[in-house]
């Protein structure tokens, strides 16, 4: 699982690339994750516009990260979900649970409100 970390207006960006399958990587993702809620940084975006493909391991990291950020306050709102990920989304019922944007600006945008 490849991302990177940026930060606009006191809000991370996680920009995520390839495919989202969890493993060794997710662990440090999650150390990531636990790292910005000690540092007080929980309005988070998870850019989904350069994932090729998402399992359930994938989706379980994502689910993972948006409780922990949502006990400490914050939230994890994903945006650039291709047609095939927001499938994904539909079907698992995920849909409902994160607050989605089609591009990244409208999810920022969204912790100014």
């Known amino acids: 699982m490849n991302y990177s970390l940026s930060e606009q207006y006191n809000t991370v960006i ?3 690339k390839g495919k989202a399958m969890g493993g060794p990587s997710s662990v ?3 150390d990531e ?3 910005l809620i000690e540092k007080g940084k929980t309005n ?3 850019d989904l516009s350069k994932v090729n493909f998402m399992n ?3 989706l379980g990291i994502l689910i993972t990260s948006l409780t922990s950020l949502r006990k400490a306050g914050g939230d994890l709102r994903i945006c650039g979900a291709s047609d095939r ?3 994904l989304l539909m079907v698992t019922k995920l849909i409902t649970v994160f607050k989605h944007f089609k591009t990244l600006d409208e999810a920022v945008e969204s912790y100014q409100e």
């Open 14 to 16: 996680i920009s995520f």
């Open 28 to 30: 440090k993702y999650m």
């Open 33 to 35: 994750i636990k790292s």
């Open 44 to 46: 988070v975006v998870g």
């Open 56 to 58: 359930s391991s994938g």
């Open 85 to 87: 990920i927001e499938s």
